[in-house]
């Protein structure tokens, strides 16, 4: 398996993407919608897509690419996942907290990924053999419990307020009180990357999907983090530092299934 050229792979196409973010950046871009107003979208998510799919295409070719705007083409035993813009609604606003998310599966098994943030111009890159930021080893260290921990994390989202009503801002309640600090950046890959960099010590999200969490997970687990959830199936995840206690956080009753 050569999870170097796949890791390659993925940060090139990464990379491609950034001049056009960086650019378009505070262009405050027209905004159209996809489920609903809390779900936005710009041309420049398919377009960033659009050059990711070619570096893949033309470097890779023969596998699956699973994007966010362009859906699931081709097939293969390799599998990319692709999120042009992680963070859409904080890039069209011009709020500097969005990534390009790209990771690369082999019969199910996640092996490359990459988080680059292109305003920062930092670039996370995991692989079998072990997880970096610009090319310099992280580990993912921090708190060790809730009274000294930074929480990231966007819930409840409009579809944890609908499921779960009141008990969904009561469970926000205790997260606030719990955590020394809690923040909703609004990038699941990025708050993964953060959390694999020990510059975050828990992340927590929910309805997430592959293209979102699918580099951010292999990032922790590979920095010594831990993530919790299928980082190839839609659903909740949870990550934290290595050493955090979360038997006794109050992160313990949302732990996924």
Same mark, same amino acid.
């Given at each position: 398996?050569?999870?170097?050229?796949?890791?390659?792979?993925?940060?090139?196409?990464?990379?491609?993407?950034?001049?056009?973010?960086?650019?378009?950046?505070?262009?405050?871009?027209?905004?159209?919608?996809?489920?609903?107003?809390?779900?936005?979208?710009?041309?420049?998510?398919?377009?960033?897509?659009?050059?990711?799919?070619? *570096?893949?295409?033309?470097?890779? $070719?023969?596998?699956?690419?699973?994007?966010?705007?362009?859906?699931?083409?081709?097939?293969?035993?390799?599998?990319?996942?692709?999120?042009?813009?992680?963070?859409?609604?904080? +890039?069209?606003?011009?709020?500097?907290?969005?990534?390009?998310?790209?990771?690369?599966?082999?019969?199910?098994?996640?092996?490359?990924?990459?988080?680059?943030?292109?305003?920062?111009?930092?670039?996370?890159?995991?692989?079998?053999?072990?997880?970096?930021?610009?090319?310099?080893?992280?580990?993912?260290?921090?708190?060790?419990?809730?009274?000294?921990?930074?929480?990231?994390?966007?819930? $409840?989202?409009?579809?944890?307020?609908?499921?779960?009503?009141?008990?969904?801002?009561?469970? /926000?309640?205790? +997260? *606030?009180?719990? +955590?020394?600090?809690?923040?909703? $950046?609004?990038?699941?890959?990025?708050?993964?990357?953060?959390?694999?960099?020990?510059?975050?010590?828990?992340?927590?999200?929910?309805?997430?999907? $592959?293209?979102? *969490?699918?580099?951010?997970?292999?990032?922790?687990?590979?920095?010594?983090?831990?993530?919790?959830?299928?980082?190839?199936?839609?659903?909740? /995840?949870?990550?934290?530092?290595?050493?955090?206690?979360?038997?006794?956080?109050?992160?313990?009753?949302?732990?996924?299934?």
């Amino acid at each position: 398996m050569d999870v170097t050229g796949l890791l390659d792979t993925a940060t090139e196409a990464a990379m491609a993407a950034g001049p056009r973010l960086r650019e378009a950046f505070r262009s405050r871009p027209q905004i159209t919608t996809k489920r609903d107003f809390h779900d936005p979208v710009t041309e420049h998510d398919r377009a960033a897509e659009e050059t990711i799919r070619a *570096v893949i295409t033309a470097r890779r $070719p023969g596998g699956a690419i699973v994007g966010e705007e362009g859906g699931e083409t081709g097939s293969g035993e390799v599998r990319w996942y692709v999120d042009p813009i992680d963070g859409t609604a904080n +890039f069209a606003a011009g709020l500097p907290f969005f990534c390009v998310s790209i990771a690369a599966s082999v019969r199910g098994e996640l092996v490359a990924g990459v988080v680059y943030d292109p305003i920062r111009e930092d670039m996370f890159t995991a692989s079998t053999e072990g997880a970096w930021c610009d090319g310099k080893p992280i580990r993912s260290e921090g708190a060790t419990r809730d009274r000294e921990a930074m929480l990231l994390s966007s819930y $409840p989202t409009p579809l944890d307020l609908e499921a779960e009503g009141e008990e969904a801002l009561r469970r /926000y309640g205790r +997260f *606030v009180g719990s +955590f020394a600090a809690v923040r909703r $950046p609004g990038s699941a890959a990025l708050k993964l990357a953060h959390v694999a960099a020990g510059w975050s010590d828990a992340a927590y999200g929910t309805h997430s999907h $592959p293209w979102d *969490v699918a580099a951010g997970a292999l990032l922790v687990r590979q920095a010594g983090g831990v993530y919790l959830g299928d980082p190839l199936a839609k659903g909740d /995840y949870l990550a934290h530092v290595g050493g955090f206690d979360l038997k006794n956080s109050a992160l313990a009753e949302v732990l996924p299934g």
